[in-house]
T-cell receptor, first 114, second 114 residues
Framework: AQSVTQLGSHVSVSEGALVLLRCNYS??????LFWYVQYPNQGLQLLLK??????LVKGINGFEAEFKKSETSFHLTKPSAHMSDAAEYFC????????????FGTGTQLKVEL | ETGVTQTPRHLVMGMTNKKSLKCEQH?????MYWYKQSAKKPLELMFV???????ENNSVPSRFSPECPNSSHLFLHLHTLQPEDSALYLC?????????????FGPGTRLTVT
């Protein structure tokens, strides 16, 4: 079985500061990993995904994530936060050969302050 | 219309009512999904359809009845719901159900059961 743990249900940063959202996964086989963002009253939008190619994955809106097998982590970062980044972020995992079934974390609400 | 659309966006229903949620994808995808998003809980996959055939039912109570008449449309028929069924119901689609295709989400239907 696979699972995802997102540390910190709420993260607050100042505008212009580094954004770091943590995600650790558990999977018995090589995983595929995803980060999604959800703005208020909207569905989820894919930020980026890891599919066993490069371990550093770049996504939309200046976000990137690094797959670290030894740490079973896939943390999301952005060098400089913008007010428009305020949203809820979800990490998800699916397993190779397991179809497109995603297991989501509980989400991290990002607040960006002036 | 583009992407994945869902109607209605908001629904209030009594426990004895029957209602339906509608999802339409304009992306030419072959797989469609229903998810339930409750506060402080991970997204729960409810049903998966691939080429109009139900391929997954995650132990969802029978008061939720999905229907997929074609690859572009997905319905969730609701009857005799419970207050704990109040949640955001999200529809998603993907190119097909094999990983790691991205899932595209609709904006959701906010359901309140009174």
């Amino acid at each position: 079985a696979q699972s995802v743990t997102q540390l910190g249900s709420h993260v607050s940063v100042s505008e212009g500061a580094l954004v770091l959202l943590r995600c650790n996964y558990s999977s018995s086989v090589p995983p595929y990993l995803f980060w999604y963002v959800q703005y208020p009253n909207q569905g989820l939008q894919l930020l980026l995904k890891y599919t066993s190619a490069a371990t550093l994955v770049k996504g939309i809106n200046g976000f990137e994530a690094e797959f670290k097998k030894s740490e079973t982590s896939f943390h999301l970062t952005k060098p400089s936060a913008h007010m428009s980044d305020a949203a809820e972020y979800f990490c998800a995992v699916s397993r190779t050969g397991g179809g497109n079934k995603l297991t989501f974390g509980t989400g991290t609400q990002l607040k960006v302050e002036l | 219309e583009t992407g994945v659309t869902q109607t209605p966006r908001h629904l209030v229903m009594g426990m004895t009512n029957k209602k339906s949620l509608k999802c339409e994808q304009h992306l030419g995808h072959n797989a469609m999904y229903w998810y339930k998003q409750s506060a402080k809980k991970p997204l729960e996959l409810m049903f998966v359809y691939s080429l109009e055939e139900r391929v997954e039912n995650n132990s969802v109570p029978s008061r939720f009845s999905p229907e997929c008449p074609n690859s572009s449309h997905l319905f969730l028929h609701l009857h005799t719901l419970q207050p704990e069924d109040s949640a955001l119901y999200l529809c998603a689609s993907s190119q097909d159900r094999t990983a790691p295709y991205e899932q595209y989400f609709g904006p959701g239907t906010r359901l309140t059961v009174t």
